[in-house]
T-cell receptor, first 110, second 113 residues
Framework: LAKTTQPISMDSYEGQEVNITCSHNNIATNDYITWYQQFPSQGPRFIIQ???TKVTNEVASLFIPADRKSSTLSLPRVSLSDTAVYYCLVSTGNTGKLIFGQGTTLQVKP | KAGVTQTPRYLIKTRGQQVTLSCSPISGHRSVSWYQQTPGQGLQFLFE???????NKGNFPGRFSGRQFSNSRSEMNVSTLELGDSALYLC????????????FGPGTRLTVL
């Protein structure tokens, strides 16, 4: 399974747009890119998933360049409640095995 | 649809005991995966069950085992508990096919004294 690299921590202020970039140089053809958000002592919450180009839902956007070796999670107008750990994962279909890295701890300040 | 549910939410055991954790997947999901989360090791994959068969396995000792029932509910068992087994145990369910997203439950917090 492809290994991911993302910043360990990021700081932002309320109302700003936050972009978290994840590197996955060894991504395979049938791998998907998925982002999760986790609050302390809770299960990870699915944010967004994509395969290529751009995906947008009600909470975030995911940008994937043509070579798919990286991806960027974009959170528009963050609030204090977005303070959490964000995980980027790549996963191959037909398997329930997800490999989590250390994630990115996002701290949103007032 | 109801989300993934896990029971119990909290559990305290002593060394040497065994424990069974339960996970009910989202209706229609056939795959259930289990993860252990500790401050030191982060989130680590334990195993995955799909249609009552173990399909993937992580690098945990044989004291960690699981099973899945015909209704896709899954149980995880840890025997001969050690202090280091104290962790948040998470299960996730998905349809089990290519591109399916895994949805996580709230976890079971196990404390071993």
């Amino acid at each position: 399974l492809a290994k991911t690299t993302q910043p360990i921590s990021m700081d932002s202020y309320e109302g700003q747009e936050v972009n978290i970039t994840c590197s996955h140089n060894n991504i395979a053809t049938n791998d998907y890119i998925t982002w999760y958000q986790q609050f302390p002592s809770q299960g990870p919450r699915f944010i967004i998933q994509g395969y290529k180009t751009k995906v947008t839902n009600e909470v975030a956007s995911l940008f994937i360049p043509a070579d798919r070796k990286s991806s960027t999670l974009s959170l528009p107008r963050v609030s204090l409640s977005d303070t959490a750990v964000y995980y980027c994962l790549v996963s191959t279909g037909n398997t329930g095995k997800l490999i989590f890295g250390q994630g990115t701890t996002l701290q949103v300040k007032p | 649809k109801a989300g993934v549910t896990q029971t119990p939410r909290y559990l305290i055991k002593t060394r040497g005991q065994q424990v069974t954790l339960s996970c009910s997947p989202i209706s229609g999901h056939r795959s259930v995966s289990w993860y252990q989360q500790t401050p030191g090791q982060g989130l680590q994959f334990l195993f995955e069950y799909f249609s009552e068969t173990q399909r993937n396995k992580g690098n945990f000792p044989g004291r960690f085992s699981g099973r899945q029932f015909s209704n896709s509910r899954s149980e995880m068992n840890v025997s001969t508990l050690e202090l280091g087994d104290s962790a948040l145990y998470l299960c996730a369910s998905s349809g089990g096919t290519s591109g399916d997203t895994q949805y996580f439950g709230p976890g079971t917090r196990l404390t071993v004294l």
